[in-house]
């Protein structure tokens, strides 16, 4: 057999292997498996057939490689609806999911060398999607740093880190796996560096149903100049609890479309026609679904953060918190003895390379009592390792 | 704005844009496209929900990197039943179509600047895949002259052909657009220069359905020792007619999963479970079905080769010919007349850059009359052509 030229042995096969072997061998009663961002929430929207006019393309024909039309117009008015000024159907692309997004961006932006600032810690794939891109991954700590004082310059801290290969910041807000929101300040201050540097932003708003805040989900894009040089990523799986539908879209600048069009089409060719049927009707959720689904998850991070033992990260949104696990002493061995209580915890390493000491918990990952379960599980544990 | 680092101002939008905008400008009263591959065969399944025990998956939730274990386990029997030899689940890949698995394998088996000889005439987006990868396309062309001349030595021209950086060999057989069916002598060959030349043979077998030979299709990796180089790619659009499902899948050498694996992972993460699930519902498809299919498009191209007055190719199979143009003047110039008639023609180059004199209709676009009609519009403008 001919060898590979490229075999990613940098990247893990899939970085939560090692908690579910654990579970599994251990085989707990009741485990609750906390590391996945899995959420109790049913579907918006489920597969069924449809007529050939309620959506302009019947579920065998192949949809065009920039989304369906009818998907793609409703994208843009929920756009243009959140963002206060016109968003162009040009503008948006339709993807098989925020991973297939980020794909196609990192692609069209990197040469072989070129690399990407990450907000840190961050979506456990963001770095192999650079690397697979062709680019280098450097993160930049700044969540756990905020979410410890609001007054920590991240601003600055990433303008020290940007290079002379520096083509793009990826951040994800509220943020997985730390729960922190990016302030309105703070956006301005790295769209303010975008202008400075010519740097792309690429804002990961896989989260948005999900912010806690008084002011609510701020869109990026809307902040400052910040449109002319922000790539939005948005996704069905966590705002309508669809991750197997695999469906999200990107909103680019004007102009952006043929290049962007191109890199998918080549990925991809296009999303499966029913998955865009699915999104397509998911769009239809009243607001007053998503608010009490947002409610849902504010109620469990209360829960969650009133009965944690162990010191742990603020959730202004998102449905995670980061565990300090700092004073336990390995946090390896931690997340080994939580699987050995049928308790699964995803490491911290696989959201930055400086979070060891670390690990997320998903609080709606099952219903509020089984996760007071897990949690008091957890808080035995820390005494234990604390005796 | 930032600029983007790869335009890919090499590879156009869309290869049969020009002719769907000629088609609509001219807005003849019947038109038929001939010019794109779909066909009007009904779907072998459609979108529905279905019970979690029915598929072991829900469809909102995410289904694994490689597939859901039950369509992998029924693709890996099928394999197994059609080569006559053991295929583990292991060596099954669901794809996000064929598109998808050609550029996993290319992204895993290419450094920048590394070359894939294309068997050429190739399928449309063969040559902008290996380009999107960081790879250089090298058409070979040996269609053309294989369905002129059996005794053509294929197998010699692309030893010749094979360079320093060559990696793979790309073939599609039966061959979209000449509809030439590469025979089993060919694939041995091809085989062997795998094997002495430490090559892979990437086996596009989309329309392995669509074989007209008394032989039938023969799964090119059955052929001497092919197997422990070949991918072999398989798609739900042709064979079930569903290309709007964009489900594929990749049967790999032992040993492929985990590179493969990573790479799918990092453009797509998983295939809609959707959509994998109305794959699984394809496969039911009865055997005398999809003979029935395949008898429909036989009638369908001897029914066009007797009424088309232009010489093209034979086809041994797929659902296309290829209309030899070159006595007529400028390629270009006829696809136009056709389009002016409401005949949609592929013009030749989007095929091959040797292929200007020549255009692929398919017949099995349109219902037979339709098809007939639209081949007596070709048959005037040919003779209007030679006046």
């Not at 908690?19 to 899995?38: C, F, I, M, N, T």
């Not at 109790?40 to 192949?62: M, S």
């Not at 008015?77 to 963002?83: C, E, L, S």
């Not at 003895?337 to 995803?346: D, F, P, T």
């Amino acid at each position: 057999m001919p060898s590979f030229a490229r075999t990613l042995t940098e990247i893990p096969p899939s970085p939560l292997t090692t908690v579910e072997q654990l579970l599994r061998s251990h085989g707990h009663d009741s485990p609750v498996a906390l590391h996945q961002g899995k959420t109790v929430f049913p579907p918006c929207a489920a597969p069924r057939t449809w007529e050939r006019a309620e959506f302009g393309i019947a579920a065998h024909e192949h949809a065009p490689p920039a989304g369906v039309p009818a998907l793609r117009r409703r994208l843009a008015d929920a756009a243009t609806a959140r963002r206060g000024t016109a968003v162009d159907v040009e503008q948006v692309l339709v993807t098989g999911g925020a991973t297939h997004a980020l794909s196609v961006i990192l692609h069209a932006i990197l040469r072989p060398g070129d690399d990407v600032l990450l907000l840190s810690p961050q979506w456990l794939f963001a770095a192999g999607l650079v690397r697979t891109a062709g680019g280098v991954p450097r993160e930049v700590p700044v969540f756990l740093e905020l979410s410890g004082d609001p007054d920590f310059d991240a601003v600055a801290v990433v303008e020290d880190a940007i290079g002379p290969r520096t083509r793009a910041v990826y951040f994800n807000s509220p943020n997985n796996p730390t729960g922190h929101r990016l302030s309105e300040d703070v956006i301005a201050g790295l769209a303010g560096l975008a202008e400075r540097h010519d740097l792309w932003l690429i804002a990961d708003n896989a989260y948005e149903n999900y912010d806690f805040s008084s002011d609510g989900f701020v869109d990026p894009a809307t902040v400052g100049r910040a449109a002319a040089y922000t790539f939005s990523l948005h996704s069905c799986s966590k705002t309508y609890a669809m991750p197997g539908a695999r469906v999200g879209h990107l909103i680019s600048p004007p102009g952006c479309a043929e290049v962007l069009t191109k890199w998918s089409l080549h990925s991809l060719y296009a999303v499966s026609t029913a998955a865009q049927f699915a999104a397509f009707e998911a769009l239809r959720t009243p607001p007053e679904e998503l608010a009490a689904r947002r409610a849902l998850a504010a109620d469990a991070w209360r829960l969650t953060d009133e009965a944690l033992e162990i010191p742990h990260t603020r959730a202004d949104g998102g449905l995670y918190t980061f565990l300090d696990l700092r004073a336990l002493g390995d946090g390896g061995e931690f997340v080994r003895r939580c699987a050995e209580e049928g308790v699964g915890l995803a490491p911290g390493q696989v959201f930055g390379e400086h979070c060891g000491g670390w690990a997320r918990i998903c609080y709606t990952a099952a219903p509020p009592p089984a996760v007071l379960d897990a949690v008091h599980r957890i808080n035995k544990i820390t005494t234990g390792g604390q005796r």
